[in-house]
């Protein structure tokens, strides 16, 4: 599914907000033991982020990047800038940026995907980021996750995923090793108890 399929007056589907918790089985090597969050699920397909896949990049990095500082102003940033979390999002557009937050920020591009959780993909919040004015509670995350046509119904179908409502506490964590069990235990299940053939919630 394109990212441009995303759009704030799309029709929600039945995935949208739920978390995908990947079954032991996951044939897909990019997908083990991932949480992913959906954020658009039609239709054309779905498209969310893993919200558990650690990233070796800074903050600090991405702005060096974007030109927006230089190397002494990189020094010289607080350290809830600098902390500010990166993750892994997916494996499709990697070298993208986007960024997860809760509703205390939007701008003119930003997208909602829940009553509480809107995506901005756009340089302004990036910005307003590093200036101390972003969103209380956000995430950055680096390429998405994104199924055609009924590729993911399929692949829920094969028992590759369990699916539950997402909540903002998970999402924001930064307990980012902890967050597969915790995700699990959220229906009641153990990953020690899991098989590659166990049904979906």
Known sequence: MAFSNLTSDRERGFLDGQFLIAMPGMADGNFTRS????????????????????????FADILLHLKMIDQHDAIMLPDNTRNFPIQSGGPVE???????HSED???????????????????????????????AKATMLLGYAGWGPGQLEQEIAN???????????????????????????????????????????
């Open 105 to 135: 920020y939007i701008s003119d591009s930003s997208i909602p995907v829940s009553d509480d959780i809107l995506l901005t993909s756009t340089l302004d919040i990036v910005r307003a980021i590093s200036d101390g004015r972003g969103p």
């Open 94 to 100: 990697s070298g993208r940026g986007f960024v997860l």
């Open 35 to 58: 949480v992913v969050y959906i954020c658009a699920h039609t239709s054309a397909g779905a498209m969310g982020f893993i919200i558990n896949r650690p990233q070796p990049v800074t």
């Open 159 to 201: 028992n590759g995923w369990l699916n539950c409502a997402a909540t903002e506490d998970l999402i924001f964590d930064g307990d980012l090793q902890g967050k597969y069990d915790r995700a699990l235990a959220m229906i009641g299940v153990s990953a020690a108890t899991l098989s590659p053939t166990a049904g979906h919630a």
